[in-house]
């Protein structure tokens, strides 16, 4: 995928698809119009858009995700990690756990995600 960041707009937009998909492209220019006050010709432009960056696909009317949330949202925060800690995992934890305290569930949580890198 071209691009992961997605602006606050965009990002309401792809939940929308995300939430209803698949669906037609009129079903989409309803939608959009109830819930973010668009037109057609707006959510057009940004399906588009979006279908461009490799995140939806728009076959013969019918929206579909290339990409699901999850795996948009693993990309999103593989890059971020990538640019802000240059790609350490490690560095990224200790700069979160030094303001916020893990619960035991998280820490339990982390460590079953570990145990299951591990293993496979």
């Given at each position: 995928?071209?691009?992961?960041?997605?602006?606050?707009?965009?990002?309401?937009?792809?939940?929308?698809?995300?939430?209803?998909?698949?669906?037609?492209?009129?079903?989409?220019?309803?939608?959009?119009?109830?819930e973010l006050?668009?037109?057609?010709?707006?959510?057009?432009?940004?399906?588009?858009?979006?279908?461009?960056?490799?995140?939806?696909?728009?076959?013969?009317?019918?929206?579909?995700?290339?990409?699901?949330?999850?795996?948009?949202?693993?990309?999103?925060?593989?890059?971020?990690?990538?640019?802000?800690?240059?790609?350490?995992?490690?560095?990224?934890?200790?700069?979160?756990t030094s303001?916020?305290?893990?619960?035991?569930?998280?820490?339990?949580?982390?460590?079953?995600?570990?145990?299951?890198s591990r293993?496979?």
């Open positions: 995928m071209e691009e992961t960041k997605l602006g606050v707009i965009e990002s309401r937009f792809a939940d929308l698809i995300w939430a209803h998909a698949p669906l037609t492209s009129g079903e989409l220019v309803k939608l959009c119009q109830e006050t668009w037109k057609k010709s707006t959510t057009y432009t940004v399906l588009k858009k979006l279908c461009d960056r490799g995140l939806f696909r728009n076959d013969g009317g019918t929206v579909t995700a290339a990409v699901s949330r999850e795996e948009f949202h693993a990309m999103q925060s593989e890059r971020f990690v990538e640019e802000t800690f240059d790609g350490s995992l490690p560095a990224f934890l200790t700069a979160f303001r916020k305290k893990l619960s035991e569930e998280e820490i339990h949580q982390l460590q079953l995600l570990i145990d299951q293993e496979g």
